[in-house]
């Protein structure tokens, strides 16, 4: 439990299950699993996101820190994108974007404000 060593990319089974399907690939869980985590099946918030990623042993560094560009980001981010339909959950793993909506990129997906908290790993007890 934690970590992934490499995600393999979820497209969010619903419009509205953009977090749920990030934290599945940070997890390599099921959305399903992450739903049930979550106790949530629409729209994730912050505080749902970091709850189920404590589950997991993992942590957020630092706050929450805005991006221009793909080398602003650490190597691995959760991303918070304002899309041209509404915010959106992401994920930047190693060089590549993991985006639920969008598929595997190698640059953001299409966001006029592009925020990240750097993701790492808590070391379990």
């Known amino acids: 439990m934690g970590l992934t060593e490499q995600p393999i990319h979820i497209f969010e089974p619903d419009p509205l299950q953009c977090g749920q399907a990030v934290l599945a690939m940070l997890t390599d869980s099921s959305v399903d699993e992450i739903i ?42 959760l991303l918070s994108l304002e899309t041209p339909k509404c915010w959106h959950w992401s994920l930047y793993f190693g060089g590549t974007f993991y985006d639920p909506e969008y598929g595997v990129l190698d640059d953001f997906p299409p966001s006029f404000r592009r925020y990240y908290w750097k993701i790492k790993k808590t070391v379990e007890p």
């Open 36 to 77: 049930a985590l979550c106790g949530n099946k629409r729209e994730t918030t912050f505080k749902e996101m970091v709850s189920v990623l404590s589950h997991y042993c993992i942590s957020l560094e630092g706050g929450r820190q805005q991006a221009n560009e793909k080398s602003d980001l650490p190597e691995i981010a």
